[in-house]
């Protein structure tokens, strides 16, 4: 027997594997994305077990005190959208991006947005959400995969979407330092040091720019006519 016959049969049997096999990646997926949207729903009641950056988690902070939901949704939407793509193209699912930032912070922040909070107030919502949320993800990655890469050996436009969220949240820091300016003085000043230190530290600009206008601003409210 040939060593390429016996590849094909190893690699067939790879393939009904269960730890191999595609049908099990959206039950991964699912499980993971069911952990982290509770975990969210943990820091949204309790205050503590978010499973992401401290200032990524600042981003959907601002939101519950007040100052709304855009930056967050925005931020974890855009990840979420390119990992999904990426992971379908390259096959490899950036799980920080997808489902922590995505999953974890993008969804729960759309949906505070819009007035809905049972899924984040209730453990066991915000476990069967995140779930359902994941094999929808897990299926739509399969999915886009089979149409996509298995037809021939061309990863088509992963070269340009890697990366993708990473590029379309840098801008939102500079969005976010001028909306902190025209706010007051002293709350921009903290937006731009915030950022600045951020930028020093190779984090992501729009959770400095929100963490340094929320400590100034503590310092320097700005009064309510």
């Not at 939101?63 to 379908?88: H, P, Q």
């Not at 729960?108 to 919502?125: E, K, M, N, R, W």
């Not at 190779?202 to 601003?217: E, F, R, S, T, Y």
């Amino acid at each position: 027997m040939s060593t390429e016959v016996v590849n094909n049969k190893n690699e067939v049997s790879l393939q009904k594997n269960f730890w191999y096999a595609d049908w099990s990646f959206p039950i991964f997926v699912a499980l993971l994305s069911a952990g982290v949207f509770a975990g969210t729903h943990m820091y949204y009641v309790y205050k503590i077990g978010a499973f992401n950056d401290v200032a990524i988690v600042a981003m959907l902070q601002a939101g519950i005190e007040g100052a709304g939901y855009g930056a967050a949704a925005a931020f974890g939407a855009s990840f979420l959208f390119a990992r999904v793509l990426e992971g379908s193209l390259v096959g490899i699912l950036d799980i920080g991006g997808a489902i922590q930032t995505g999953i974890g912070i993008g969804v729960p922040a759309v949906l505070l947005g819009a007035g809905i909070t049972a899924p984040i107030d209730s453990f066991a919502l915000s476990l069967i959400t995140g779930a359902v949320l994941g094999l929808v993800t897990g299926y739509i990655i399969i999915g886009i995969r089979k149409f996509t890469v298995k037809q021939s050996n061309s990863t088509f436009g992963a070269d340009v979407m890697m990366g993708a969220g990473n590029a379309s949240g840098r801008f939102l820091g500079p969005l976010i330092i001028i909306s902190a300016c025209s706010a007051s003085i002293p709350i921009g000043v903290g937006s731009v040091i915030g950022a600045a230190i951020f930028y020093a530290w190779k984090k992501p600009v729009a959770g400095g720019a929100i963490l340094g206008a929320m400590l100034l601003g503590a310092f320097f409210p700005i009064p309510i006519q």
